[in-house]
């Protein structure tokens, strides 16, 4: 089994956030992205994108702690020391070489996927949270989109374009929320997809390294 390429998860993230860098410019620059913050009364878009910048950050925190453990696993399967592998997990699957046990080694792959996996549930936790906090504000813009027409007491054409500005608002609402729910959502989806198909890859390889151990220790 070939090693996997060092850092190659952070050479993606990136380019996945040039990406998004540029799509974020283009908004910005066709006056999209201050329309939709600037229309959207209830102020939830701003919440979004605020959650969704941190949660980026601990993504992209995560890729560079996974592309070092990557890099450590890369100098395990050479034999060869990686320098601070106290702080990675990888270091206990290394000390249990020397009784590879299959029961044994089993539970502790078991556990180091566990321990892995729960550092991605905080992005996946926020992706869903984005998506209902865009729900949220669907169903605010709706109600303040309706709202007008309950204070109406008697039909008179002259409010007729206060009512429509009002409703026109609450839809605003409504689509830039959504809008931007989705959006973040999909996009911190997508990165986290990344991060756990690294997470998969370094199992594979640590399941790998087992296998060449247990093939040397067999008479």
Partial sequence: MQQAQEFKLLQYALILLGCIAFALFLLINKGLLQLALLS??????????????????????????????????NLWWGQRDAPGDARIYMHRLRQSMDNPAQPAWDQEVSLLADEMTN???????????LIKL??????????????????????????????LTAMSSGMAVALYTTLA??????????QYYLAD????EIINTVTQI?????????P
């Fill in 134 to 163: 865009g729900l949220i504000g669907t169903v605010i813009g709706f109600i303040l989109m309706l709202q007008p027409i309950g204070d109406i007491k008697q039909f008179d054409p002259s409010l007729m374009q206060q009512l």
């Fill in 197 to 200: 198909s690294a997470l998969t």
């Fill in 210 to 218: 087992h296998r060449k151990a247990s093939e040397s220790h067999a």
């Fill in 40 to 73: 959207d009364s209830s102020r939830l878009s701003w919440v979004i994108i605020f959650l969704y910048g941190a949660a980026t950050l601990h993504w992209f925190w995560l890729c560079y702690r996974l592309s070092l453990e990557q890099r450590y696993i």
């Fill in 119 to 129: 550092r991605h549930a905080l992005g996946h936790f926020a992706a869903d949270t």
């Fill in 181 to 190: 729910g989705l959006t973040t959502s999909i996009l911190l989806k997508i």
